[in-house]
């Protein structure tokens, strides 16, 4: 089934999407295992092919294809939106960036220091999702690119990955200060 979506469809839907909000990104394909995402020191929009199919089977509800791409393609362009944050961010995006490789994972999740290095940045992250989530929501009301309950379910299969991962690390953050006297807030 999903042979007959070829990559061209795909990128037709994204450079509708962009045409009609008047946001013009270039669109790379991208192996990293992520459906779409929005690089914002490029300043381009990224799409691994076959994740994208995939992620789309994932979801529990069952919503197009097309409907699927264009609530990817509105929240990707709001990161875009939100482009100056992201870049505000760099600096310590980077700083995260090269702790987290100087170390080996064990090291990581047995040294509070770094791994509240880590939390920090999934709540980063999580902001920067629900404001690009929040971008999207607007685009939408504005341009009607889909349904209402169809872009949530959307929005919240994405938001529950980024929170997942952040609850596990933030419980094991918890439980590594409790095992060495300290109190969490």
Sequence with gaps: MLSRYT???VEEIIKSVMNTVKIDLEIRPDHSGINMSYNFIGHYIGIDFERLLSAWEENEAPIS?????????IHEL?????????LE????TIEIFRAKNSYVLS????????LSMLVEE?????K??????????????EFNFIDHSSFKLVK?????????????????YEILLESQGEKTA
């Design 65 to 73: 294809l097309e409907s699927y791409i264009k609530v990817l393609t």
């Design 107 to 114: 090291e990581i999740y047995n040294n509070r220091d770094l």
């Design 156 to 172: 919240r299969h994405s938001l529950e990955s980024y929170r997942t991962l952040y609850l596990e690390d933030l419980k094991l």
């Design 128 to 141: 920067f999702e629900e404001t690009a989530w929040i971008n999207a929501e607007h685009l939408n009301l």
């Design 122 to 126: 999934h709540e980063m992250n999580i």
């Design 7 to 9: 990559k061209d469809y």
């Design 89 to 92: 961010s760099l600096e310590r």
């Design 78 to 86: 709001g990161h875009a939106i939100d482009r100056l944050a992201l």
